[in-house]
């Protein structure tokens, strides 16, 4: 049972908040039962240490069923030791250490995909995230996070993504720029979506969403520069119909990688 909270082990596990930890040590952080059980079910070979308080093993035996039989250890830890190691306030009884897992962008595009989400500086990890869990429930291939945007492994966006992060692939790093050659050679056509654009619903009467797509959404704040929309063969705005100032990133983000998702099945089965 690990009890001091200011041991060097306890020390460097909370050290993966900080993004130049991660980068040095190719590590990330996972807290909560629902992270930690959605990596031991899709991805074990990535947990490196697994730590838990024993009321929390002892309330989700199918975690310690889950670590068991992927033959990762797990530490006893006190609830002390726990919220010293958290980035939360509530760690809710685990936390895990894992290998950051990023997929090459080439190998995004060399798999043949149908529905792509491309990040462009977005910076606020709660949306990043949520954009994740959004491509993964939408049925998406892959998740692109350009070199400007929040990095993946932010202990934010891990939590806000809700187990996603295991299950589909997310390229990190890459310049935008290359990012929309590939997918065009992919045979993706590139949406961006900005209040500038034109009508989802018009979009989606000329047919453009049944076809293989890479939506591109930018900054929160900001969206996307000029020079950006250029680079897409289309712009397109999710439109208000009621009194909203506007719409948060990611709630925008959803509906069209779900208008995307209903298009390509409804041609496919059509």
């Known amino acids: 049972m690990l009890e001091n909270p200011r041991s060097p082990r306890v020390r460097a596990v909370a050290k993966l908040a900080k993004k130049a930890a991660r980068v040095e040590s190719g590590l990330f952080l996972l807290e909560g039962p629902q992270a930690v059980a959605e990596a031991l079910t899709f991805r074990p070979q990535l947990v490196i240490e697994l730590f838990a308080t024993p009321s929390a093993l002892e309330r989700y035996g199918e ?22 190691m958290a980035d939360t306030v509530t760690p809710q009884g685990f936390i895990a250490v894992c290998r950051q897992f990023p997929t090459a962008v080439k190998d995004v595009f060399a798999a043949g ?3 792509v989400a491309i990040l462009e500086e977005v910076r606020d990890p709660g949306n990043a995230g949520t954009i994740v869990r959004a491509a993964d429930a939408a049925g998406a291939d892959a998740v692109i996070f350009t070199g400007r945007t929040v990095d993946l492994y932010n202990p934010k966006v891990v939590r806000s993504s809700t187990g996603s992060i295991f ?51 930018g900054n929160e704040a ?19 119909y009621g009194h909203a100032e506007s719409m948060n990133l990611a709630t925008a983000a959803s509906v069209c990688l779900y208008e995307s998702a209903f298009a390509q099945r409804s041609a496919h089965h059509g």
Do not use: C, M, Y
């Open 113 to 115: 995909p149908k529905l």
């Open 167 to 217: 299950h589909l692939p997310v390229a990190i790093g890459a310049e935008l720029e290359d990012v929309l050659v590939r997918a065009r050679a992919a045979g993706l056509t590139v949406l961006a979506a900005d209040v500038k654009g034109d009508d989802l619903l018009a979009a989606r009467n000329d047919g453009v969403l049944a076809g293989p797509t890479a939506w591109l959404f």
């Open 222 to 240: 900001r969206g996307l520069p000029a020079e950006q929309l250029e680079l897409a063969d289309r712009v397109v705005t999710v439109p208000i």
């Open 63 to 84: 975690i310690a069923d889950a670590a068991a039989a992927a033959d990762v250890e797990v530490e006893f830890v006190t609830e002390e030791v726990l919220d010293s």
